[in-house]
């Protein structure tokens, strides 16, 4: 029954997500002018930035019922507030097997704001890096949008907080791997991996993004699709 009720909050908040993004993506049509017609702001800058801002409140205001393990991650931030030190919290059963990154962030946020706060403030570290590379990257950023939610990712983004900051840092690594800065990706990833030790899977991108485009990658971009979809459940536990 609770799992039942769980996927029901998963697929209307994807739904009205879906709805919402679609309401506002008129906003692509228009231009800002500003300061004298010397600058403007497109509509395309003013749409992601709507549609982060949405995002990150949506996942930065739930409650803790909303996500599978937000209420675990609220009860590990609770006992964070009050360790007395980061090397006692690291100690405590409570964060046996929790990285030490997201346990670092965790005890430096609880020693000033509260839950809401942390949630608001990672909603933002996962939101900021896609959505900018879907302003950068995306030639069809509504559709982009589309997948993100109509796919559970941004579902996923309300219950797996280690996972999902993993995931922004895999993201600033792409950015990297693009301009050929192999220091900066190798340490991106290296900070995903105090989040979520998953993240070495994505050093391969760095080489794979420097490939062409052809019909034997798409084979094998639908074969690693069909073993992630068999071997997902052990990778991402």
């Known amino acids: 029954c609770g ?11 994807n739904w009205i997500l879906l709805v919402v993004t679609s309401l506002v993506s008129f906003i692509n049509n228009f231009t800002i002018i500003v300061s004298n017609n010397t ?6 800058k003013i749409y992601i930035t709507l549609v982060s801002i949405i995002f990150i409140l949506i996942i930065g205001l739930r409650n803790t019922d909303v996500g599978v393990d937000t ?3 609220g009860i590990l931030f609770e006992n964070a507030s009050l360790s007395n030190s980061f090397y006692h919290l690291l100690n405590t059963w ?13 005890y430096i946020i609880s020693r000033r704001f509260g839950f809401t706060a942390f949630l608001i403030i990672t ?30 990712y941004f579902s996923f983004f309300m219950s797996g907080i280690r996972q999902s900051i993993a995931i922004a840092l895999c993201f600033v690594a792409y950015r990297f ?13 290296l900070c995903a991996t105090f989040f979520h030790q998953t993240a070495l899977i994505f050093i391969p ?23 992630s979809s068999l071997l997902g459940k052990y990778i991402f536990t």
Do not use: C, Q
Request: aromatic share 18%.
């Open 3 to 13: 799992t039942s009720i769980i996927r029901e909050e998963r697929s209307m908040i």
């Open 39 to 44: 600058k403007s702001i497109s509509g395309k």
């Open 71 to 73: 209420s675990t991650y």
């Open 94 to 106: 409570h964060h046996e097997g929790i990285e030490k990154g997201y346990t670092l962030l965790e």
């Open 123 to 152: 909603s933002f570290v996962v939101i900021t890096p896609i959505m900018y590379t879907v302003f950068k990257d995306s030639k069809n950023y509504w559709f982009s949008i589309f997948i993100l939610v109509a796919f559970g």
């Open 177 to 189: 791997a693009i301009k050929n800065k192999l220091l900066y990706f190798i340490l991106s990833i």
């Open 205 to 227: 991108v760095y080489w794979i993004v420097k490939i062409k485009p052809s019909r034997n990658m798409l084979y094998i971009f639908f074969l690693g699709l069909f073993l």
